[in-house]
């Protein structure tokens, strides 16, 4: 069951503080929300792979998508937000983030953190195509 946040909770922003449940690390992380210019980064990050050429104002765009490029951009952009996110004392290199095993347990982590920040990867891509279809017109 979600958590409903308070009007006091959303105020705090960046300094708001949350323990999670990571099940396939059999305990708990304490992690906080992006600011928008974090949650920025992710977005850069994660578009990388994906390229878009034309005229200004035509109607038909070509998209070039490099498939493996863009996995290991997601894969970057994931580990940026939880080595910003996940408070433990010490900063966390996105390398170290990368380094956490078992396999699986950063996507569960920056599911955490992207739920506590208010936005989703879904929601970010009907954004950019929302963006995308108003340079267009």
């Known amino acids: 069951m979600s958590t409903i946040l308070t009007k006091a909770q959303l105020l705090q922003g960046k300094d708001y503080r949350e323990q999670v449940e990571i099940p396939s690390l059999g305990g708990v992380v304490e992690i906080r929300p992006l600011t ?17 050429t034309g005229k200004t104002g035509s109607r038909e ?3 070039q998508v490099d498939v493996a490029e863009t996995k290991a951009r997601e894969i970057e952009s994931d580990c940026y937000a939880v080595s910003v996110a996940l408070i433990t004392g010490a900063p966390w290199t996105i390398e170290e983030v990368g380094n956490i095993s078992p396999a699986g347990v ?16 879904e929601g970010a891509e009907i954004a950019n195509r929302f963006r995308q279809d108003e340079r267009r017109e």
């Open 36 to 52: 928008q210019a974090e949650y920025s980064q992710v977005e850069i990050l994660r578009t990388k792979g994906i390229k878009v």
């Open 106 to 121: 950063v996507k569960e982590i920056v599911k955490e953190i992207y739920r506590i920040s208010g936005v989703t990867p």
């Open 61 to 63: 765009p070509q998209v």
